[in-house]
């Protein structure tokens, strides 16, 4: 299995509304990491988690919230958002620490209304 | 922090020629350098990397080069053709989980 899973595909929100990202790899890999992309844009890294422990929050304002339940699952819970916020949220994997293979889902397009 | 230039942002190319990308890093100690494809409404899709101990890579029409002494690696594409086409980011990382990409390259490949 070579695949990390988003869900869902696309989300529609309002700015009051709370709601979570989900994203699964069973690839074994130790690290994982939330991005978010505007388009045309490069992806731009928000969180890293590594051996399930938060080791890199890119100053991200508090409306997003990471959470790692274990070394398969990542969430990005979402509350308060703003119009800007509207996005295409990337999950990623790689093996660990020593510069590994990065690996995409296929995302999640969040709009917020 | 890393700094990585990418150029050109747009590119167009008639299908069976080759378009090159190249891409400039700031930071000595970047040591993985991988490229991605990413089509319209896709993922970013890992397509080729190289470590900084390589100088070239190559895996069937595509080719990475690394010059390390003046911090540039670059994305050879020979025989193109129209599924070629998408934006293409170069990226580099030390061993710190940080991925520096650039700004995208959008290669059309004309039929």
């Known amino acids: 299995d070579t695949e990390v899973t988003q869900t869902p595909k696309h989300l529609v929100m309002g700015m009051t509304n709370k709601k979570s990202l989900k994203c699964e790899q069973h690839?074994?890999?130790?690290?994982m990491y939330w991005y978010k992309q505007k388009a045309k844009k490069p992806p731009e890294l928000m969180f890293v988690?590594?051996?399930?422990?938060?080791?890199i929050n890119e100053s991200v304002p508090s409306r997003f919230s990471p959470e790692c339940p274990n070394s398969s699952l990542l969430n990005l819970h979402l509350h308060a958002l703003q119009p800007e916020d509207s996005a295409l949220y990337l999950c990623?994997?790689?093996?660990?620490?020593?510069?590994?293979?990065?690996?995409f889902g296929s995302g999640t397009q969040l709009s917020v209304l | 922090g890393e700094n990585v230039e990418q150029h050109p942002s747009t590119l167009s190319v008639q299908e069976g020629d080759s378009a090159v990308i190249k891409c400039t890093y700031s930071d000595s100690a970047s040591n993985y350098f991988p490229w991605y494809k990413q089509e319209l409404g896709k993922r970013p899709q890992l397509i080729i990397d190289i470590r900084s101990n390589v100088g070239e890579k190559k895996d069937q029409r595509i080719a990475v080069t690394l010059n390390k002494t003046a911090k540039h690696f670059s994305l050879h594409i020979t025989e193109t053709q129209p599924e070629d086409s998408a934006v293409y980011f170069c990226a580099a990382t030390d061993n710190f989980n940080k991925f520096y990409f650039g700004s995208g390259t959008k290669l059309n490949v004309k039929p």
């Open positions: 988690y590594s051996y399930e422990k938060l080791s």
């Open positions: 990623a994997s790689s093996q660990d620490n020593q510069a590994g293979k990065l690996f």
């Open positions: 690839m074994g890999h130790r690290a």
